[in-house]
């Protein structure tokens, strides 16, 4: 590396730190207690994405000796009361906003209503400290005593290696956490799973992408429950508007690359993550087959 790009790169992680400071200062909360409470030391976090279904039919096995994290929408679909997950996650503002646009207010509706009224086993609900400002979701929950809601920060931490693990450590902040599936890996290393697999995290989505003659940008985001009905739709901001084909593409990219932040600090906690999702576009972390654990036992 030459002395410039040395310093360019100083200087820029400088920066990084000051923002990641004032941010964490201004917004995250120093009473964040993540519970280390768990059946298992390995973990399956179950993404949303269209090929969820075929694994879990083709290796039922593959779940056994595994505590269960779902995501975002999973609860509104048959298979949460089947495998009763004992951890929920969700990371998607457009689900605890009101000021949003109407579609994502109803979708999100029926989503607590459906974990209101489908949860009869000891669930722990992770959603970010921001939602406590909104109370529509949690009129919705709340009458339930299996569900203990649980907050932490999602604030991105960027800059110098010791000083985001400091965060990380911490639990004051992530790597970018631009779709459910970091905050997931980083709550699993925060509970102290020491081997965390993934199933349905396609991750799919650059050939899913179109652009019309209007200049709107379109992504159809498939999930296993809706892989055959669901099209193209703009991506919205925080449960607003659309997004053009850069702020799509970067919102994608900075995804991509926190995956690799999360590797490095997991290697770091000694802490192996898997991706046992065929066809995953997440190329961060070792490859795994469900059959090979399932034999391996």
């Keep these: 590396m030459s002395f410039i790009l040395f ?22 909360k120093f009473s964040n207690k993540i519970s280390p409470e768990r059946k ?21 096995n593959f779940l056994t000796g595994k505590d269960l994290i779902c995501v975002n929408h999973f609860p509104s679909t048959g298979l949460y009361t089947e495998l009763k997950p004992s951890i929920y996650i969700t990371a998607a ?33 992770y959603i970010p400290f921001e939602a406590r400002k909104h109370k529509r979701w949690l009129n919705q929950i709340s ?16 800059g110098w290696s010791w000083f985001k693990y400091l965060c990380f450590n911490n639990k004051l902040g992530m790597p970018r956490p631009h779709n459910v599936m970091i905050p997931s890996l980083m709550i699993s290393i925060w509970k102290g799973y020491n081997k965390i697999y993934l199933l349905g995290a396609d991750h799919s989505w650059l050939s ?73 576009f997440i190329d961060a972390f070792d490859r795994i087959k469900p059959e090979q654990e399932e ?3």
Excluded: M
């Design 7 to 28: 310093i360019q790169n100083f200087i820029k992680a400088s920066f990084q730190v000051v923002e990641s400071c004032a941010k964490i200062l201004l917004l995250s």
């Design 208 to 280: 899913e992408i179109s652009v019309t003659d209007s200049n709107e940008v379109l992504i159809n985001q498939k999930h296993f429950y809706d892989s055959q009905s669901s099209s193209g739709q703009p991506l919205d901001k925080r449960g607003k508007g659309k997004r053009n084909l850069s702020e799509l593409l970067h919102k994608f990219t900075t995804a991509f690359a926190s995956y690799f932040e999360i590797r490095a600090y997991a290697e770091r906690k000694k802490v192996t993550v898997l991706n046992a999702t065929k066809g995953s």
């Design 143 to 158: 009458h339930n005593t299996h569900i203990q809601i649980r907050y932490y920060n999602n604030i991105p931490v960027e």
């Design 93 to 125: 503002p457009d689900l605890w906003l009101d000021d949003i646009d109407e579609r994502f207010v109803i979708q999100s509706k029926i989503l607590f209503d459906n974990i209101a009224n489908k949860t009869t086993w000891p669930l722990e609900f």
């Design 295 to 297: 034999y391996e036992g």
């Design 40 to 60: 298992s030391k390995k973990v399956l976090i179950l993404g949303n994405g269209p090929s969820l279904t075929n694994d879990l039919q083709s290796h039922p």
